[in-house]
């Protein structure tokens, strides 16, 4: 059977053997469906340096300084693709797939599907990948130019009901499917949690060494989909107590703000649904974004008259402003207007350090930036600004929910319509997440599924 990297390789690339490290950063380019490219499931680049930027205060408008590492270097174009391997590698080691004998089914609203279809191919598994039929049109090429299947439901990203319902039609059809859940697998979390978490533990420190910040993160936020990416904040805060999680999501959509619903236009987040991976009982806050405001922002960044008004008002160099261009997309931008209001929320100032993540970037956007362009006409310097001034400028401390006790609990309780009355959890599996000792459990798997990966291999 094909595999991959450790979780600590993905964590820190240097040690994966030197042979191999150099075979697969040449084939990245060279040779991008290669399964080679496993070895380049990292935060670091070839030269072992985090993907990250740290963003001008001209343009963010606070203090703290907002840090955002960005998954566009990762094979697949999305830091995805880390989750989708750590679920296949999981239970490829356990016995419970075989590339000669299964069936993959990923369900999504886009990246990980992507990132599914991506390492289940190049592991040598048939595999398909359901999501909503209102996705970007570059998810489906991507998909496809991977070598899965693609099954297509009604709606968009807020339609996980309909995802669910796909799945099991598909694992009652036969004995040869493996549903592969993003949205309740341990393994999407145990990536974010020890990849992810430890990669802004480690970038932290070197930019204080730097000169920037005081070592420590002050702040994580991320927007749930699947939820796994916000599992690096429960790393961050066992590292400094201080810590806050800011989990975000669509105005337009506010399931955890007040059971709220609806679609909206950032997609990959906002599910209608509390996932079980999600840790919501260490949350600190709850905050809403609206969606639009992500769109017209990513167009700033992604049109040449953006990035002008970048250079001409706000003293950005042009190349910086090209960077900008390329490494975000809408979910990215949502994350960093959720960084800059955790940062005016939590009176942070200039040595502190906010960071979130770009998930994935622009080029799975461009049809979105067709539409927004037909459907609002030209941007002009002076509207983009106006975009900048009002949504990064202008961030306000609305749409907020605090992680008190009564909301942490009200949080896990929303859990149980989609886990126990649709999806077959039992009421004692939910009250066991209560137990801090279940996810302490669950993150200390990550030096047992390395051992057996490394005892496959000798």
């Known amino acids: 059977m094909i595999t991959g990297p450790t979780f600590e390789e993905m964590l820190h690339p240097a040690k994966i053997d030197?042979?191999?490290?150099?075979?697969?950063?040449?084939?990245?380019?060279?040779?991008?469906?290669?399964?080679?490219?496993?070895?380049?499931?990292?935060?670091?680049?070839?030269s072992n340096q985090v993907f990250h930027v740290v963003l001008p205060k001209e343009i963010t408008g606070v203090d703290a300084n907002i840090v955002v590492i960005y998954g566009m270097g990762f094979p697949s174009g999305s830091h995805k693709?880390?989750?989708?391997?750590?679920?296949?590698?999981?239970?490829?080691?356990?016995?419970?797939?075989?590339?000669?004998?299964?069936?993959?089914?990923?369900p999504s609203t886009?990246?990980?599907?992507?990132?599914?279809?991506?390492?289940?191919?190049?592991?040598?598994?048939?595999?398909?990948?359901?999501?909503?039929?209102?996705?970007?049109?570059?998810?489906?090429?991507?998909?496809?130019?991977?070598?899965?299947r693609i099954i297509k439901t009604p709606g968009s990203e807020s339609n996980v009901k309909e995802i669910y319902d796909e799945v099991n039609r598909l694992r009652a059809s036969g004995d040869k499917i493996r549903i592969l859940n993003q949205f309740e697998v341990m393994g999407n979390y145990r990536f974010h949690y020890h990849v992810t978490g430890n990669t802004l533990a480690e970038l932290a420190a070197e930019l204080a060494e730097k000169g920037i910040g005081n070592g420590r993160v002050a702040a994580y936020t991320s927007a749930m989909g699947s939820a796994g990416t916000i599992a690096a904040g429960d790393r961050l805060k066992q590292l400094f107590p201080e810590h806050k999680i800011v989990g975000l999501e669509p105005i337009q959509c506010p399931t955890l703000y007040n059971n709220g619903y609806g679609s909206h236009e950032i997609q990959g987040i906002g599910d209608k649904h509390v996932t079980w991976i999600?840790?919501?009982?260490?949350?600190?806050?709850?905050?809403?974004?609206?969606?639009?405001?992500?769109?017209?922002?990513?167009?700033?960044f992604a049109e040449e008259?953006?990035?002008?008004?970048?250079?001409?008002?706000?003293?950005?160099?042009?190349?910086?402003?090209?960077?900008?261009?390329e490494m975000f997309g809408i979910s990215g931008i949502c994350n960093i207007i959720g960084a800059i209001k955790a940062a005016k929320y939590y009176h942070?100032?200039?040595?502190?350090?906010?960071m979130t993540v770009a998930t994935d970037s622009l080029e799975r956007y461009h049809s979105v930036m067709r539409w927004i362009r037909e459907k609002e006409g030209d941007l002009t310097e002076v509207r983009a600004a106006g975009y900048l001034e009002r949504i990064f400028h202008g961030a306000a401390t609305d749409w907020?929910?605090?992680?008190t006790p009564e909301n942490r609990e009200r949080w896990h309780n929303l859990k149980y319509y989609t886990w126990v009355e649709?999806?077959?959890k039992t009421v004692e599996e939910l009250d066991a997440q209560r137990d801090p000792e279940w996810w302490l459990h669950h993150q200390a798997l990550v030096t047992e599924i390395d051992e057996k990966l490394v005892a496959q291999r000798s």
Request: proline fraction near 3%; aromatic fraction near 8%.
């Open 18 to 46: 030197s042979a191999i490290r150099q075979q697969a950063v040449a084939a990245l380019k060279e040779n991008p469906l290669d399964p080679i490219n496993l070895y380049n499931v990292t935060w670091r680049d070839r």
């Open 81 to 106: 693709v880390g989750a989708a391997y750590s679920v296949l590698i999981e239970k490829q080691l356990l016995g419970e797939v075989d590339p000669n004998q299964h069936t993959l089914v990923w």
């Open 110 to 148: 886009g990246n990980y599907g992507i990132g599914g279809a991506f390492i289940g191919c190049r592991m040598g598994y048939d595999s398909i990948v359901v999501l909503p039929e209102n996705m970007s049109k570059e998810r489906f090429e991507r998909i496809e130019s991977y070598g899965a």
């Open 278 to 300: 999600h840790n919501v009982l260490n949350m600190d806050a709850l905050m809403c974004i609206d969606d639009m405001d992500c769109v017209r922002l990513l167009r700033v």
């Open 305 to 325: 008259t953006g990035r002008k008004t970048l250079v001409n008002h706000y003293g950005i160099s042009t190349g910086l402003a090209e960077c900008y261009g």
């Open 348 to 354: 942070l100032g200039k040595d502190d350090v906010v």
């Open 400 to 403: 907020i929910a605090p992680g």
């Open 422 to 424: 649709q999806q077959g």
